[in-house]
């Protein structure tokens, strides 16, 4: 949930042109895609785990098709559409220079209901999920993703594109 939640913080930071504390614009993009790429490794090794986990008796079409499972199917159905969505993100952040900037942002929209999916999840299914130190942990990404958000609603937020066009 760590790098689910600091990639869409970082992805908001990168639309919007601005240098973030010591990185500059093009750092923020780097640093956006190495913790995207972490995240999309530990949630294939989370997958990947659960595959082979004689509690949860996950079948291979439960790690596909959402909500199917015996185990927890709505928590566990959610885990399944938020890989779903993270694998057509990621595929289409792959194909960028074939699919066009266009498609490639449309897609990318996705993660906006990604990361609320992924969260739910990870509250209703996580073996953590009563601890005191989980909560504290969840309350935290989710304040820094809604003060992401919030930021990138706000009026006076600028796009970099939009910056380059007044620097002309």
């Known amino acids: 949930m760590a790098f689910l ?9 990168t639309r919007s042109g601005r240098p973030l504390a010591w990185l500059p614009r093009f750092g923020v993009e ?3 895609r190495f913790v995207a790429l972490a995240a ?3 949630v294939a090794l989370h997958v ?3 595959f082979f986990d004689p509690y ?7 790690f596909v098709i959402p909500f199917i499972g015996e185990y927890r199917p709505v928590w566990q159905g959610l885990g399944t559409l938020a890989v779903d969505l993270l694998i057509v993100v990621t ?3 792959l194909l960028r220079h074939r699919i066009g900037l266009l498609a490639f942002r449309v897609v990318h929209w996705l ?10 999840h990870a509250i209703g299914n996580g ?3 009563g601890h005191v130190w989980f909560l504290a942990f969840a309350g935290v990404c989710a304040l820094i993703v809604l003060a992401a958000v919030v930021w990138r609603l706000l009026p006076n937020f600028t796009e970099y594109r939009d910056i380059e066009t007044e620097r002309r």
Not at 5 to 13: H, K, R, Y
């Open 5 to 13: 939640t600091l990639s869409i913080a970082l992805a908001i930071a």
């Open 30 to 32: 780097d640093v956006h």
């Open 40 to 42: 999309t490794l530990l």
């Open 48 to 50: 990947g785990l659960l």
């Open 56 to 62: 949860a008796q996950l079948r291979v079409v439960d």
């Open 91 to 93: 595929l289409t952040s």
């Open 111 to 120: 993660t906006y209901a990604l990361w609320p999916i992924a969260f739910a």
């Open 127 to 129: 073996t953590d999920r």
